[in-house]
């Protein structure tokens, strides 16, 4: 059955009483934006499905620019397979460092902790390579009992955290934690948050063992039990402070919160003045940041004392693809700009827009303007979705770049859609959700064997309107089926 039977058939005639004595007439076709936007009022969806030959299966709304949400990691993530040859080797220019800066007249030596761009830096207790302790361990090693200042070096790419356009109730969560080129657990902490003993009493919030890095006030309640979770969290962009605010209802079950830090390097910086203290180290001067914006330069010739091994770039291309981690595809922007010729976020943009050219793509059918897709400023259409993915089939890197897609009811930001349907381990794509936006795009294998190329973005979707997310799967399902 073709794909907009299947819809007319949902949309129109669940309302209708059967006929025992006529059938009841097949009504006319709707086009899939139509079916869905009779379910749920006030959506605007487009849709494009095509062969890797170029074939169009379903086309509906195509050629409009929608909000991309994630989908946007697309561009990111096929760019960084054009741009970086070494993706899939170590590069040692990549891994984080530790200097050391002679102290004048008789004081002890300063520490530089320079960040070059790595994702993956860690600093837990379960960690066991790419360790912020392993420099501190190297200090210990060369028998330094004391330090002056410690800098938290993020000078290599310039100063610019947020992407053009993020909104500010986004800035305090993990999601909307700012680049840097020394970035740490992501640049996030973690908060667990739990109702009181009793009704009336304050909310307990409590950092992770070494998360305790940034004030707490605490001004929520503990609500009725069953009564409406009202807590709030917020942390005003430029501050450190964390205000958690409203009403915990009693017996909630504690919970998380990964909260994003204002100034990553400080942060930084800060973890490494407790390691070297837990070792013995006499940390004497003040924890410090350089940053492009106002920091001079750095006297040539310093010595370093260590630096760590970063991975290979593919693992943060997997985070930006399988996870959607916000802050990963950031720096791969930077990181994209630095390997052709340029410097900072906007030249990362430029080069994608390059590569979009090569792929006969112009820039009012993609228009980008962070790497991440938190954004609302980008704008892509289902047309160029599709031209851009199949033309990403085609290059040496393509099958790379296939793999490192999510997988419907198996891996990634699909490990829940798709299972028990013929789909699952059949869809490779990339998803994209914010407030009002859904997006998938990517390959599927339909029926017959035959890759399927498609984007279908949802956008405007009400606040109080039900999710999309099943109506497109189960449209995506049937156009597989039909073909």
Known sequence: M???????????????QACATAPVPEAPA???????????????????VATLSGEVIEADRAQERFIPASNTKIFTAAAAFHFLPSLMEADPALGTSLLLLPGEAGAPPSLVLRGAGDPKLADRADCLTNCLSTLADAVAARGIEQVGEIFGDA????????????????????????????SVNGNALALRVSPGP????????????????????????TGAAGSENELSLLRWPGTEEVRVTGALPLGTAPRNYFLSVNEPAQIAAQRLKRLLEARGVVVEGKVSIRTRKDS?????????????????????????????????AELLLRHIARATGGDGSKDGLEAINQMLEQAGIGRVEVELFDGSGL?????????ATVKFLTWAA????????????????????????????????????????????????????????????????AND????APSVLALIDRMLIDIAAAN
């Not at 073709?2 to 209708?16: E, Q």
């Not at 709707?30 to 494009?48: D, F, N, T, W, Y």
């Open 296 to 328: 001079a330069p750095l006297p040539e010739g310093l010595e370093e004392i260590a630096r760590l091994e970063a991975p290979p770039l593919i693992e943060a291309v997997n985070d930006v693809s399988r996870d959607s981690d916000n802050l990963a």
């Open 461 to 464: 979707r009400p606040v109080d």
């Open 198 to 221: 009793a009704e009336g009493d304050p909310v307990l919030a409590e950092w992770a063992a070494g998360d305790d890095l940034m004030p707490v006030v605490i001004e929520a309640v």
């Open 394 to 457: 085609a290059q040496p890197w393509g099958d790379a770049f296939r793999e490192t897609l999510p997988v419907g009811g198996e891996t990634g930001s699909l490990a829940r859609r798709f299972r028990g349907t013929a789909l699952q381990g059949r869809i490779f794509a990339k998803t994209g959700t914010v407030q009002g936006v859904n997006a998938l795009s990517g390959y599927m294998i339909a029926a017959s064997g035959e890759t399927l190329v498609f984007s279908v973005i």
């Open 30 to 48: 709707l086009p899939p934006s139509a079916a869905i936007e009779r379910q749920v009022e006030g959506v605007r969806l487009g849709l494009m």
């Open 2 to 16: 073709k794909l907009r039977s299947v819809l007319s058939a949902a949309v129109l005639l669940a309302g209708l």
């Open 155 to 182: 000078s290599l790419i310039p100063y610019e955290p947020y992407g053009l356009g993020w909104s500010w109730n986004n800035l305090p969560f993990y999601y909307g934690a700012p680049a840097s080129a020394l």
């Open 375 to 383: 954004t609302p400023y980008n704008r892509i259409s289902p047309a």
